[in-house]
């Protein structure tokens, strides 16, 4: 069979790195970061999470072929901020969301559960 290891898909070689940027040279504020061994779902949270922010012009992403196990995410922004500062701030807004998230999950499942000990 012609597919990959199934661990490919996850794990990074040594001597990879998991983020690369290369600006675009031909149009102004604009850069592409490959973010290795992602998929779909990084990649859609991460451009919806990019367009929130009004300083961003464009930003999409890309699957180059279903066996490489990587996305190409492209970023445009305006005079006032850089593709750069739009991604970094995207990670940390993701990175918070999620914290929160998993707060609240866990609230509310130590509820449950507290409800479950007194029987209610």
Excluded: W
């Excluded at 040594?14 to 604009?30: H, M, P, Q």
């Excluded at 998929?39 to 367009?51: D, K």
């Excluded at 190409?72 to 739009?86: D, L, Y």
């Amino acid at each position: 069979m012609n597919a990959p290891d199934r661990y490919e898909r996850f794990v990074v070689p040594e001597g990879t790195k998991k983020v690369s940027y290369e600006r675009d040279t031909k149009i102004v504020n604009a850069a592409a970061f490959t973010i290795e061994r992602e998929e779909h779902t990084v990649g859609n949270i991460l451009r919806m999470q990019l367009h929130r922010d009004p300083n961003v012009l464009f930003a999409g992403y890309k699957l180059p072929h279903p066996l490489q196990y990587k996305i190409i995410v492209r970023i445009q922004t305006t005079s006032q901020s850089s593709p750069t500062q739009a991604y970094t701030q995207a990670i940390d807004d993701l990175d918070k969301e999620l914290d929160y998230l998993k707060k609240s999950f866990e609230d509310e499942k130590n509820r449950e559960e507290e409800k479950l000990r007194r029987g209610y």
